[in-house]
């Protein structure tokens, strides 16, 4: 006895399923910069930190057949609690290229904004935590960043912003 159906409906969507093929061809920080704010001029007593971290995200198509390059944007600043003094700030931008094939073009925007930086995530997680501590601060462990959330969130400020620019009828 078997145990897919007989109209084949099972193997079909595994077929379907298997067809979507992303690869990360390569990683690489395309800009950065780290300023030690407290270094540099020097903070009174013992500074407990409050951070920020501002995300965006890029993607663009490259011109080999089928490579994307996925790009996360980190804006991090940290101030004093107490006078909102700067500690430091922490701007990178992280870049994937991939190789994706079998996304249909109506989901291509966002499985490069949703799936491609979730790979990516990890690997700039590990970057921002070295150069905090190298710079001479406790190493900054960043959250897991929800992208599916992000790309929503930006899916309604844009059609916000549309249905503000359209005129009232």
């Given at each position: 006895?078997?145990d897919?159906p007989?109209?084949?409906a099972a193997p079909?969507q595994a077929?379907?399923a298997q067809q979507?093929?992303?690869r990360?061809?390569?990683?690489?920080?395309?800009d950065?910069?780290?300023?030690?704010i407290?270094?540099?001029?020097?903070v009174q007593?013992?500074?407990?930190?409050?951070i920020?971290v501002?995300?965006?995200?890029?993607?663009r198509?490259r011109t080999?057949?089928n490579?994307?390059e996925?790009?996360t944007?980190?804006?991090?600043?940290?101030?004093?609690k107490?006078?909102?003094?700067?500690?430091?700030?922490l701007?990178?931008?992280y870049?994937?290229?991939?190789q994706?094939?079998?996304v249909?073009?109506?989901?291509?925007?966002?499985y490069l904004?949703?799936e491609?930086?979730r790979?990516?995530?990890?690997?700039?997680?590990r970057?921002?935590?070295?150069?905090?501590?190298?710079g001479?601060f406790?190493?900054?462990?960043?959250?897991t960043?929800?992208?599916?959330?992000?790309?929503?969130?930006?899916?309604?400020?844009?059609?916000e912003?549309e249905?503000a620019?359209?005129?009232?009828?």
């Amino acid at each position: 006895m078997s145990d897919t159906p007989e109209n084949g409906a099972a193997p079909a969507q595994a077929a379907q399923a298997q067809q979507v093929k992303s690869r990360v061809l390569a990683q690489y920080i395309r800009d950065m910069s780290f300023e030690n704010i407290l270094a540099q001029k020097g903070v009174q007593g013992d500074a407990q930190p409050e951070i920020q971290v501002q995300v965006n995200l890029d993607a663009r198509k490259r011109t080999a057949e089928n490579q994307f390059e996925i790009i996360t944007k980190l804006n991090i600043t940290s101030k004093t609690k107490e006078k909102g003094e700067p500690l430091f700030v922490l701007e990178i931008e992280y870049a994937g290229v991939f190789q994706v094939e079998g996304v249909p073009d109506e989901q291509m925007h966002p499985y490069l904004l949703i799936e491609c930086p979730r790979i990516t995530f990890p690997f700039l997680r590990r970057i921002v935590s070295d150069v905090t501590r190298d710079g001479g601060f406790p190493p900054l462990n960043l959250e897991t960043i929800d992208f599916l959330a992000l790309y929503r969130t930006e899916l309604a400020r844009r059609a916000e912003s549309e249905k503000a620019k359209a005129p009232e009828q």
